[in-house]
DNA sequence: CATGAATGAGCCTTCATTCAT
DNA sequence: CATGAATGAAGGCTCATTCAT
């Protein structure tokens, strides 16, 4: 009776769930709501009592799914006199875990790359997210890296260039595995990976800083 | 007859335009026969006479838009002496003006980019052309900047830390746009960020020379 | 309790008022009981539980509306002396002011034509007060008019032909606005229009009992 | 074979006669595309072919009813020498005949009806058809029976006193046939009714007509 | 060779109603 | 006494496809 009333009153929650995976799967325009709440064993109507509108649930699918991916991603701050090189290192080994990690985080991945493709008004609770969580330690380490003459403009091109070789694991695994079988990609890999995004990262950097040196002097 | 068949001829490659710009804009499911017929001026049934289906319709757009840009790829070899440094540079100043630059380029990454978020078999199409195409030329510059020992992992690695950096630059256009205002992203940024990358490319490839030299000894 | 009772009365008076508006605009089947409730700020399920139905809703909204109308139309009895000529004028002008003035008299003007034009079982209600309070009092005055020979059918003919003019005014306002944007339509203009009327009535009346002579010399 | 080609060919057709005929008794919202297809033994999606739209249709609908009005209504002119109040007698005739004669003029009365009560864009169309048809022949009868000085203000309250004789017969059949049972309503009633009005109508305007020869005096 | 006409499946949404609390 | 939650039915519309010509 207990499984019965916890499984009767949820519904909210489980067109939630519902909806977080379908929309990963195949968008906001190729998803159904048909398929959403068949997902979730519920009828059709109830998406509209809940959410009104197949938009407004979107948006709140995006915002529970951010929502745990915040909660999980605890951010454990490093401990004092940890050298930025080490920092980087669990940044990026933060990032992938999070990008190829089993588990829900992948959806928002696909999430994100659907509405990259296909904007909607809810890519802006991404970027606000990506601002805050991703960007901002990630300027800490960097700015650090390039030395504290570095342009804004400097730092940002450094973060996007060692953020972008993480997305790619993430996004373009697809081709990737087809065109290189032999680089194991389920989470076993996520060390060797970030050992490597790490040490080119670094030399990057450091490239970055003593071009920006000679260009002072 | 020379007349009709440069009609017919007609009717075929206008849908094959529309095709091409609609699953570019759209992916395959969010386009719609209409508005791609709409598009090519020609009738509703004209695909499914022409092409049978929106399936076949797809694949046969795929291999049109990777034909035409093979075709504009020529691909000018460099003339000898050049420097891998240069060689580099200008590899990665192709790349960003192939996924940058205004006209059909950039449907065709829009179209990879829906391929590697639902893919079909048509991705293979993409695979192939990508190793021809992109992969072989960036190996022999990488090799030659890792020096000759260097494993064909350690290659595949560095490549993939360069392409990611381009590849960022087009795909994640609207989050970064949104992020960093200032930052333009026409045609003409493309020296600018292609700079950067090399640069930071080089840095890294450096890095991981040497790091590769260390563990051999 | 007191207070209790006077809540609970105040639930199934606010969704009658509100059923009555609503009904008024847009007719039984045009009504939403979602309207209803939120017009009368009151939950969903309260008009199936108040009034189990759609249906008995609407009779008892017709019945509420009625029962208001008539404790409204005192129809103060004109003094004794007074001619028929000018009792005409003044049930008319009655008519008018029932059927154009603001409020609700127009709300039953429009739930009537709704029933004739979809006549339920609820229509029987209209017509025992048409019968009572609108055709006796007219038979009255015109049968005084006709002089007392006249068959009841003739009388009824020409109440017909009085009240015709009267109902026009408020149920074809739509047309007639914009057929004649000159002639206005607000309660000020009641006065004119009875005044013709009247006059249009009386000569109507007077050649139909001319004619009534005739017939029977 | 000719039958079934027949059968097959005029969808449209048969889709505007049931849209009509369901449009008449429901009015445009109450109305369902679904039961008007079906009524027309076609697919559902017929209508958006055909018509693009439910308004669309609506609007078709009305102007078929209209032009098909018209062709009936042949208008046939009088003969010269007739008096004024001959031609009265006819027009007010010819307006109860189509308003209460068998067939689809009463379809298009309904759906007049319908549009006084929830009016839409459509209804412009009957007023352009009111003023064409119907008022400009009325107009030139009851300015020759007011005289040449009567003002178009005093032509018209005359014109609407005659017309609401004969649209309340068609509209509140409902009522008055309950109110007065031994007054018939089919067609055959059309003369007695039409004699009434006219004799009515007749009175009236000589009312109105010494009432404005006493004002301006 | 090509097309206008027609269709069945499916989608999002609204509505009146019911039920457990 | 009253309500939030949930539901089945239905409605307008779009889509890819088929068919007769």
């Known amino acids: 009776m207990a499984d019965d009333s916890s499984q009767t009153h949820d519904t909210r929650e489980r ?8 929309f990963a799967l195949n968008g906001f325009k190729n998803s159904t709501t048909r398929a959403i709440c068949r997902r979730a064993g519920v009828n059709n109507a109830a998406v509209n009592y ?12 995006l915002e529970e799914a951010l929502a745990r991916h915040m909660t999980r991603w605890v951010g454990e ?4 006199g940890v050298t930025a090189e080490e920092r980087l290192f669990h940044f990026i080994s933060d ?8 588990g829900s985080p992948d959806d928002l991945m696909r999430i994100v790359s659907h509405e990259l493709l296909d904007p909607t008004s809810a890519i802006d609770l991404f970027v606000a997210e990506a601002v805050n969580v991703v960007h901002a330690p990630a300027r ?35 081709i990737i595995s087809r065109m290189e079988p032999e680089s194991a990609f389920d989470e076993r890999s996520i060390p060797r990976h970030a050992e490597h995004i790490t040490r080119f990262s670094l030399g990057g950097i450091a490239a970055c800083r003593e071009s920006l040196a000679h260009q002072d002097s």
Chains 1, 2, 3, 4 share one sequence.
């Not at 809940?50 to 699918?61: E, G, I, T, V």
């Not at 990032?95 to 190829?100: A, D, E, F, G, P």
């Open 50 to 61: 809940h959410f009104r509108d197949k938009q407004h649930l979107y948006h709140s699918a």
């Open 95 to 102: 990032q992938l875990t999070h990008m190829l990690g089993a």
């Open 140 to 174: 800490a380490i960097v700015q650090e890296l390039l030395g504290p003459e570095a342009s804004p403009q400097a730092v940002s091109d450094c973060i996007r260039s060692v953020l972008a070789q993480c997305f790619l694991l993430s996004h373009a695994r697809a």
């Open 77 to 80: 701050p490093l401990h004092e």
């Open 15 to 22: 067109i939630l769930d519902a909806a977080i995976e379908e």
